[in-house]
């Protein structure tokens, strides 16, 4: 077992070493942050399809059973739960990238929630304007301009990048809250963490699921978005600017406005006769 | 006499510009709260079958929505290459393609309110406006509109959800079944996401 830890290390860190290598400049095109880099799609799809098959026979069933028996508000308590025990880690990261606005944010949370929401099941630090910030390894390689790299699926791990499995690596050794528990302890802690995460994103996975035209495509280009977004040097929080494809968005003279609308009534016209013969299912 | 004028001029026009400009904005955010309003009244009409409601939606969304805009932007170049027959039945499926993505998110906003925080001009006549979602209880969802004015009209080009644009998330996925399984397999693939997403 050991063996295989070490070798899955030396995997990641080979990955790695590419993606540490690609540093971000100032010169780098802004937009690059939303460019998709997979250069191992192939053993990605494989991971993936893996990872889909063990959700869907193990882990979707129970997930669906936990929110079909438990109601929301103690559903809501038990995530608080664990964002409490998230805090930790929050804080030494939010000390490696020496913010102390955030760290004395994270503490006073972590405090509050701790002594006066029973343990953290409720957030009472909200009410005080102690917002909810996780960071990671990840988020503080990011802050020191490392690019994301390639984009990367784990088996059972899921979605990552190469520069996110250096992150989870040093989430290991930096989480006092694994500091605290046997090995044994911190197995049965990430699995609880993780199942916890994906009862967060239930119903995103199914919508998604269910209309997508390529769902690795898409997983893989929501978690690239959703990561340049906490990416220190990417655009965070700033407007697309649609422009930079107004070549590729050129209008088209064959499409007239007239044919457009009738296009459009047409797919209403289908779609209302399809619902109509009970061609869709409700 | 004449560096006066020029000066008064420029004042002047430039404070036209800004009046044009704040008007706009003001516009801006009316439409975007029109259709969230709109939404809204379809979703929380309880008495409403949920096919009615995923109808009027529907039509909404596709008169709000450059559907057109958008789907040539989820194709990219690509979208050159394709004959005109194949552009017209692309537009069509992709039409009920939107129907069957944006509907089941949009029933999920039934006891949500919204405020519209900040419109940013981004480019000519384009405009973002930030909205959240104020879920009571739950942590708020942020949603980013990307809006075109053409003309006198308004028309969407993209809803952000927490970050995640609708239309690259399309672009990644389309190019990504065009180039494993071409035309013909992005219009199975298609046909086959909105009978799922029902």
Not at chain 1, 46 to 57: A, C, E, K, L, R
Not at chain 1, 60 to 75: A, H, K, L, M, T
Not at chain 2, 169 to 193: C, D, H, I, M, W
Request: with cysteine; hydrophobic share 35%.
């Amino acid at each position: 077992m050991q063996k295989i830890v070490i070798l899955l290390l030396f995997i990641i860190a080979s990955f790695t070493s590419v993606s540490l290598a690609e540093k971000t400049t100032e010169t780098e095109d802004k937009y690059s942050c939303y460019i998709v880099k997979d250069p191992f799609e192939t053993f990605n799809r494989s991971m993936f399809t893996f990872n889909t098959t063990i959700d869907g026979v193990l882990v979707r069933p129970i997930v669906g059973i936990y929110i079909g028996i438990v109601p929301e508000w103690p559903r809501d308590r038990v995530h608080n739960f664990f964002n409490n025990l998230r805090e930790p880690l929050t804080l030494v990261n939010n000390i490696l990238q020496a913010d102390g606005k955030a760290a004395s944010d994270t503490f006073g949370r972590f405090i509050v929630n701790t002594f006066f929401g029973l343990g953290g099941f409720l957030d009472f630090a909200s009410y005080f304007d102690l917002n909810k910030d996780t960071q990671r390894f990840d988020d503080t390689l990011s802050k020191y301009k490392v690019s994301y790299g390639s984009y990367l699926v784990l088996p059972i791990i899921g979605n990552t990048t190469t520069r996110g499995a250096v992150g989870k690596v040093g989430d290991l050794f930096l989480n006092p809250i694994n500091h605290m528990l046997s090995q044994r302890q911190q197995v049965y802690y990430a699995a609880a963490d993780n199942l916890d995460h994906r009862i967060q994103y239930h119903d995103i996975i199914n919508a998604s699921k269910k209309s997508s035209v390529d769902y690795y495509g898409k997983v893989r280009s929501m978690y690239i978005q959703y990561i340049s977004r906490r990416n220190i040097h990417c655009p965070t929080n700033q407007p697309i600017d649609y422009s930079m494809y107004e070549e590729d968005v050129k209008e088209d003279s064959n499409i007239t406005e007239t044919e457009q609308k009738e296009t459009l009534e047409e797919s209403i016209n289908t779609t209302q006769k399809k619902v109509e013969t009970n061609e869709y299912k409700n | 006499m004449n560096t006066k004028i020029k000066f008064i001029l420029l004042v002047a026009i430039s404070m036209l510009m800004t009046i044009s400009s704040s008007a706009n904005e003001t516009e801006v955010k009316k439409f975007v709260a029109g259709f969230a309003d709109d939404i809204i009244s379809i979703v929380k009409h309880r008495s409403a079958t949920n096919n009615s409601k995923a109808d009027k939606l529907f039509r909404i969304v596709t008169s709000t929505f450059d559907t057109e805009w958008m789907g040539r932007f989820a194709l990219g170049r690509d979208y050159r290459k394709f004959s005109s027959s194949e552009k017209s039945k692309y537009h069509k499926l992709y039409n009920l393609y939107l129907r069957n993505t944006y509907f089941p998110i949009l029933m999920k906003y039934e006891d949500e309110s919204y405020s519209v925080n900040r419109v940013t001009q981004t480019g000519t006549n384009l405009y973002n406006i930030s909205v959240v979602i104020v879920r009571p209880g739950r942590s708020p969802i942020d949603l980013d509109y990307t809006v075109k004015q053409k003309g006198n009209r308004y028309k969407m080009l993209d809803m952000s959800i927490e970050g995640v644009s609708t239309v690259f998330t399309q672009k990644s996925e389309f190019g990504s079944v065009l180039s494993r399984n071409g035309v013909e397999g992005l219009f199975e693939s298609l046909s086959r996401a909105q009978i799922n997403g029902t």
